[in-house]
């Protein structure tokens, strides 16, 4: 008898059992889709914050050292000018970007806000920051609105915005939204020129230097070139890796998903233990089938596909919907929870849905193992 033969009769048994067949195909459907969901959910997830924070992956953020001493000519509070130009020449020829930063109340129009406030060098702006409408800062009297802060108070280019009692600035150019960032997040703020705030602040030194590595591979040599330039006798500055930060994000969202990924694997067990038991009680009820097939001279091997076949069919049937209903799961998902299916599409994210009905194939051959052991090895003249 040909291999067709058993895998018709496999076919057969599955639709005289239709019920306890769609049970089965059920479980393996669950446990299909939570893997999948799951794993493309958690890659998803990694992809957006690696797309949010790439941008900052490649930069050295040195900060004041919280009770720094002044030897170094740090202010304990703030990077002053000295420290400046020993970063400058410390990690020559990347670029050195220093920064002011504060908070202020404000009032556009008629309407009281309250927003971050980034001073910086016009010549630096455009290193960190890209424009989406206007233009980058004309004169101190000039100030750039984040996307997000011109959405929420309705700022155009031409708005005038009050900060404080330090003055009026005119909007000549709305940012492009930049994310979450390690360095600095002008989202919901605004980004005036170093000499208005100086000025109007007061400021005597930087609150950060943001240094822009041109080699990924040279970062940590960057880092302990100003940590020896800087902190030789005492500690003044605190120096950040943004790229170890990054990679220590990433991994542990990549943890958190394979974890959650597991979690749906255990419905798929639990679906592997129903076929099992279903695989079982189809060879009880069938020992007088299996006895006739055997006296025949149909082959343990034989009787064995049989039951693999049919722990395959439902395998397949409950993999192959699984995974359709895994895509579409995943659409509903990223749309909920990250506002956007742009991940959704990349191999990295579609491939559980390959891994998703791979193990569902595979719990059910597994499950259907013994089963099929125990079928070919009744006894024909007692079954």
């Known amino acids: 008898m040909t291999k067709s033969f058993f895998f018709e009769f496999a076919k057969r048994n599955v639709r005289l059992h239709w019920l306890r067949s769609l049970l089965a195909v059920l479980g393996i459907v669950i446990g299909v889709v939570a893997i999948a969901s799951m794993g493309i959910l958690g890659n998803s997830l990694v992809l957006a914050i690696s797309d949010s924070l790439s941008s900052v992956g490649d930069s050295v953020i ?12 740090s202010t304990g509070d703030y990077i002053s000018d000295r420290d400046l130009e020993q970063i400058r020449r410390a990690v020559a020829p990347d670029i050195t970007i220093p920064v002011y930063s504060g908070g202020s109340r404000m009032k556009v129009g008629s309407e009281d806000t309250a927003g971050s406030i980034y001073g910086l060098d016009p010549d630096d702006i455009a290193v ?52 979450m960032g390690f360095d600095i997040n002008p989202d919901y703020g605004i980004v ?6 100086e000025a109007a602040y007061d400021q005597d030194g930087y609150d950060m230097v943001i240094v822009k590595v041109r080699d990924l591979n040279t970062i ?27 990679e220590t994000i990433l991994t ?54 049989i039951f693999l076949y049919e722990a395959l069919i439902l395998g397949l049937i409950g993999g192959i919907i699984g995974g359709v209903l895994s895509f579409v799961g995943g659409y509903a ?7 956007t299916t742009k991940f959704l599409f990349y191999p990295s994210s579609l491939v559980y849905i390959l891994y998703g ?27």
């Open 128 to 179: 960190l920051l890209e424009i989406r409408e206007g233009s980058y800062l004309r004169g101190a009297s000039s100030a750039m609105a984040g996307a997000r802060f011109a959405e929420e108070n309705n700022i155009k280019v031409g708005t005038r915005i009050t900060v404080g009692d330090k003055g009026s600035l005119r909007v000549v150019g709305i940012l492009e939204e930049r994310g």
């Open 333 to 339: 998902i990223s749309i909920v929870m990250l506002e």
């Open 192 to 197: 005036v020129e170093d000499r208005w705030f």
């Open 220 to 246: 940590e040599d960057v880092k302990n070139a100003i940590d020896k330039q800087l902190n030789r006798r005492e500690t003044v500055v605190d120096v950040i890796d943004t790229k170890a930060i990054l």
């Open 357 to 383: 009905v791979t193990f569902g194939v595979v719990t059910s051959l597994l499950s259907g193992l013994y089963p099929a052991w125990k079928a070919s090895n009744l006894n024909p003249i007692e079954a």
């Open 62 to 73: 040195v900060t004041p050292h919280t009770g720094g001493g002044v030897m170094g000519g």
């Open 252 to 305: 542990t969202f990549g943890q958190i998903s394979t974890f959650t990924t597991a979690i749906g694997g255990i419905s798929l067990i639990v679906a592997g233990v129903s076929i099992l038991n279903i695989m079982m009680m189809s060879v009880t009820e069938r020992i007088k089938e299996i006895g006739v097939l055997r006296s025949i001279g149909t082959q343990k091997k034989e009787v064995r596909s």
